[in-house]
């Protein structure tokens, strides 16, 4: 969670060494999960307007001082593109990869795509799929509504012919449910207790909603 108190492209040195500290004691408690990527917003969540011109090159110059942490762990780091109305930096997969650039270490080099934030940001969800290609690791799974697959409007057999494409069926790369359902504000989860019971029911229907239209999909041959 990168909030306001640990903003890597904040103008305060304390929030960016905040977030650099954050990062490197991310990495050692998923060291030992034996875990694959590390989600990384270049900004802070949850304040859209920027705060002046310099927010990327601060951001990209404090991620640059994580690139050996991340070398040693083996760890991805993961640029996450985020809808506007949430986040002041990067809400593409082609900003994405200008940040990834910008930062210019070699163990910097992944994408974690949310298909919500796609369907808002991108001009076709498909194309940004194989824009993003080798580096995207990992890709959330929510419907256009933020709640569960086949619950909006999402071309969900696009999203999975272009999965494919990029080679997400490979071991080491991952989609993942992220429905939000009635929670459509982050933050609300962030910040207060979850029902889980009524989270696990969104995920089961992602997961049943992707593995129906993943059958139809590979079934056209």
Not at 152 to 181: C, H, K, Q, W
Not at 209 to 220: I, Q
Request: charged fraction near 20%; include cysteine.
């Amino acid at each position: 969670m990168f909030s306001t108190e640990n903003d890597l492209s904040s103008p305060s040195a304390y929030s960016r060494q905040n977030a650099i500290d954050y990062i490197r004691r991310e990495l050692e408690v998923l060291a030992e999960l034996s875990a694959v990527y590390l989600i990384i917003p270049p900004s802070a969540v949850g304040r859209p307007a920027a705060l002046d011109a310099s927010e990327l090159a601060r951001s990209a110059q404090a991620l640059r001082i994580c690139g050996e942490d991340f070398a040693r762990s083996g760890i991805k780091a993961a640029i996450e593109p985020i809808r506007s109305a949430e986040v002041s930096l990067v809400h593409s997969v082609a900003d994405a990869l200008g940040y990834l650039e910008a930062v210019g270490h070699p163990a910097v080099n992944h994408i974690n795509g949310d298909v919500y934030h796609m369907s808002l940001e991108e001009a076709h969800v498909g194309e940004a799929i194989l824009q993003a290609g080798e580096r995207l690791v990992n890709l959330h799974l929510a419907d256009t509504n933020r709640d569960a697959l086949g619950t909006g409007s999402l071309d969900l057999d696009t999203v999975i012919m272009a999965s494919y494409l990029v080679g997400m069926n490979r071991e080491g790369r991952f989609l993942t449910p992220e429905p939000l359902g009635p929670f459509p504000d982050p933050y609300v989860l962030a910040n207060g207790p979850c029902n889980e019971k009524v989270m696990n029911e969104l995920v089961a229907r992602t997961v049943e909603c992707f593995r129906a239209r993943e059958t139809f999909v590979r079934s056209l041959g």
